[in-house]
């Protein structure tokens, strides 16, 4: 066999994977299609529950986290002017990390590095086959030449887009899909917060998100079209729109400025089953989306490493297959329950176009109950810090 352990992608899924493998003496090789730097330019999630913060930590790759991460102890979901506070510290004993996924990302690398592990760029035109034989095979394209690997397992780590998913025969999968009819358009600024916290702002005019990565540096995204595209909003267009959209005290303290990245991402709900298929395991974006509302989709890639790599460390250790058997099953328990609470808070914060005047009014009782019971905050705070592994 040429490596252990094959892993198509070098997102965080791939790289955290890679780094938890080799520390247990697992050799891997790392494919990704494309540059370095075009990894580390993707500005996605910015929300760590504590099992990743911990996952990061145990890994080795916890120190920049720890000393530069902001540990939030709650949050705020809002409807109008009206702002609910949800203090996960004290319904749940638990915080969560703001730590923005190309830090974590950047870690990683910087990891893979210094343990010296293979991760190849500008790899294309993956096949993965021999899935049910001895050993597994991957082929692919880089710097002009065709290669294959050997290996026992491949570790699906491609992102929505990849070719892991679509190795599985068509007639082997299920899939479960919702599409939502609309996109969240994000800027990054180089201005103070709005407030110490997050906000989740539920408006007449639509949903605002106010998030940051530090101290000076904020994450905004407002409800859009899926019709938009980027161009349509100038950063004057996107500040007013946010201005309205956020209670009138966070409004009275908003600091606007240049944007330094601004995009729309669509929102989806997204399922394969199952999640393994002979020496195959699906982690990550490969096999499932969320829609961003509660923060999910990195650290759901997170806990898919935690059960995937505590099954290869079985079976390339101790020879025990239990692990990869029942890999599937594991971690779609975990996803669904994840899957459940995105769709929810989604539901609960976004204005669906053509929607009724009693949708409206849903969403309202919904924070209204939210606001008055501690049950519904409890639910809410263990949901959002992170469902246990
Ligand atoms: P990815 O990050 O997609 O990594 C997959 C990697 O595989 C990529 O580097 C890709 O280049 C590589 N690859 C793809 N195909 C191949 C191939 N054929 N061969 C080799 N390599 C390949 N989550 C949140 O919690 N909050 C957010 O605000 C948020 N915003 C997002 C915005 C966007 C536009 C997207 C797409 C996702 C967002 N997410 C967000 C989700 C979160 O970023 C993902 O859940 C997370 O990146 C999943 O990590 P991953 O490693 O599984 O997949
Ligand atoms: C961020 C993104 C989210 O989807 C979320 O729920 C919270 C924060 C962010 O990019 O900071």
Known sequence: MDTQVVIIGGGPSGLLLSQVLNRAGIATVVLERSSRAHVLSRIRA????WGSVELLREAGIGARMDAQGLPHDGTYLTDGDRMVHIDFKALTGRRVMIYGQTEVTEDLYAAQDAMGTTVLHGVEDVVIEDLDAAQASVSFTVEGARRTLTCAY???CDGFHGVSRKTIPEAKRQEFERVYPFGWLGILSR??????????????????LASMR????????????LSDKVEDWSDDRFWTEFKR???AQAAAALVTGPSIEKSIAPLRSFVSEPLRWGRLLLLGDAAHIVPPTGAKGLNLAFSDVHYASEALIAALTH????GIDGYSA?????????MRFSWQMTTMLHQFEGEDSFAAQMRRA???????????QKDLAENYIGLPY
């Open 154 to 156: 491949v570790a699906g």
């Open 245 to 247: 959209r956020i209670p």
């Open 46 to 49: 910015g929300v760590l529950e």
């Open 214 to 225: 530090n101290p000076n540096l904020v994450r905004y995204y407002v409800q859009v079209p």
């Open 191 to 208: 201005t103070p917060p709005v407030h110490d916290e997050l906000i989740y702002a539920n408006s007449e005019h639509g949903f605002a």
């Open 330 to 338: 594991r971690a779609l328990q975990r996803i669904w329950k994840a």
């Open 366 to 376: 919904t924070l209204a109950h939210l606001a008055d019971s501690e049950t519904a």
């Open 319 to 322: 020879g025990s297959t239990a």
